[in-house]
């Protein structure tokens, strides 16, 4: 049984930053991902990294501002977030693939297991 926990959400100033972790527990080794959802919207690919970290993705309005990463002695991936913007605001989830080791996805049907989500919100 695979279990993600998200953390480091939180209230931020638009130009701020934000650091959200994702631990996780009975799996580690697979491709791992990223996605949030604003209110009213769906949820929508944010970026994704591959199981050895040598291979990341990223949406494009999130490139150069995203950084997402991983530390597989820990069982965690990071959400690094500058230049945070109100836009920005929504619940991130981190989401696991058991599917696709060769490559990493964007679809969100491609992953398995999620976590319950933490709050970003940006203030302008």
């Known amino acids: 049984q695979v279990q993600l926990a998200e953390s480091g959400g939180g209230l931020v100033q638009a130009g701020g930053s934000l650091r959200l972790s994702c631990a996780a527990s009975?799996?580690?080794?697979?491709?791992m991902g990223w996605f949030r959802q604003a209110p009213g919207k769906e949820r929508e690919f944010v970026a994704a990294?591959?199981?050895?970290?040598?291979?990341?993705d990223a949406a494009d309005s999130m490139k150069g501002r995203f950084t997402i990463s991983r530390d597989n002695t820990k069982n965690t991936v990071y959400l690094q977030m500058n230049s945070l913007k109100p836009e920005d605001t929504a619940v991130y989830y981190c989401?696991?693939?058991?599917?696709?080791?060769?490559?990493?996805?964007?679809?969100?049907?491609?992953?398995?297991?999620w976590g319950q989500g933490t709050q970003v919100t940006v203030s302008s």
């Open positions: 009975g799996r580690t080794f697979y491709n």
């Open positions: 990294i591959k199981w050895t970290g040598r291979s990341t």
């Open positions: 989401a696991g693939d058991r599917t696709h080791f060769q490559r990493i996805t964007t679809r969100r049907d491609d992953y398995d297991d």
